[in-house]
């Protein structure tokens, strides 16, 4: 007779004391530098920097299916004259068909344009974080980069590039996850991961109001605070771009005032107010 494992649910504390071991070196041996692509040398040992003219706003999916990628194109699309930076592998985009005009590639991103957006994602297959190559320059000045980060945060956190330092630096990133005790846990991990006082939290759904016992019973302690300072934007559901994904199909007007809700609480909005009157 076979016996089957008992598992226990795992706590944001114990996660997070184990986040801490890992980063001392306690459970495996860590190279005393990063390791670099040759293709991206640095001084001094440091992983490579990017350090755009203007303002970045990282875009974090906690956990899968959350429609992070969408989002971020959606603050793109509201935001006027803006790039968006997917950073995931090729094999994972979900900004294939979202260009409405493909401008071929450009070292090691392929490019395209969508309005007043331009697009930019992997063409290699990634293996981690670190291998994401840095944006290259655009010859047209724009006033906002939205990064899709693409990748599990504490996968970013734990790898040293500049992916992981524009983490770091942004004062109100967004998190995007779903209103599911996954989708809570998983954003509790994320913000007591990330440095940043104020992140933004985008909850596709329902809105907190209609939540079920089972699922407030499962908020913790920094999504609390987040809730209690207003800090979260719902996002409405679609039942067709579920469906279809993202095309170059304009994006459901609910949707993109969504966005352009969650920007006014966001570091950038004053950038965006300027690019509004321009």
């Given amino acids: 007779m076979s016996q089957s494992a008992v598992t226990r649910p795992v ?3 114990e996660l997070r004391r184990a986040w801490n071991a890992v980063q001392q070196g306690q459970f495996r041996a860590r190279p005393t530098a990063p390791v670099l692509r040759p293709d991206h ?8 920097r990017w350090d755009p003219a203007e303002p970045v706003l990282p875009v974090v999916g906690c956990i899968g299916q959350a429609g992070a990628t969408t989002f971020a194109l959606a603050i793109a699309t509201v935001a006027g004259a803006t790039r968006l930076i997917e950073c995931g592998t090729a094999t994972a985009s979900g900004l294939a068909a979202a260009a409405t005009a493909e401008l071929g590639r450009d070292e090691r991103w392929t490019l395209g344009r969508r309005d007043r957006v331009w697009l ?10 670190s291998e994401t190559p840095l944006p290259g320059e655009l010859a047209q000045q724009v006033s906002l980069s939205v990064l899709d980060v693409a990748w599990e945060v504490g996968q970013v956190m734990a790898c040293d590039g500049w992916i992981r330092h524009q983490l770091l630096a942004a004062p109100t990133p967004v998190l995007v996850t779903s209103p599911t005790v996954p989708g809570l846990r998983r954003l509790e991990i994320a913000l007591s991961l990330l440095p940043a006082d104020q992140p933004v939290i985008a909850m596709t759904g329902a809105p907190a109001r209609r939540w079920p016992a089972q699922l407030t019973g499962s908020i913790g302690p920094l999504t609390a605070a987040a809730l209690a300072d ?18 170059s199909s304009p994006l459901p007007t609910s949707l993109l005032q969504a966005a352009e809700t969650l920007l006014q609480h966001t570091a950038v ?4 107010q300027k690019g509004q009157q321009s």
């Fill in 11 to 13: 706590g944001v504390d």
């Fill in 41 to 48: 040398p640095a001084e001094g040992g440091c992983a490579p």
């Fill in 120 to 129: 930019a994602r992997a063409s290699e297959v990634l293996l981690d974080p």
């Fill in 230 to 247: 207003q800090r979260l934007v719902n996002i409405p559901t679609d039942k067709s771009l579920a469906i279809r994904g993202v095309s």
């Fill in 269 to 272: 909005r004053n950038h965006h």
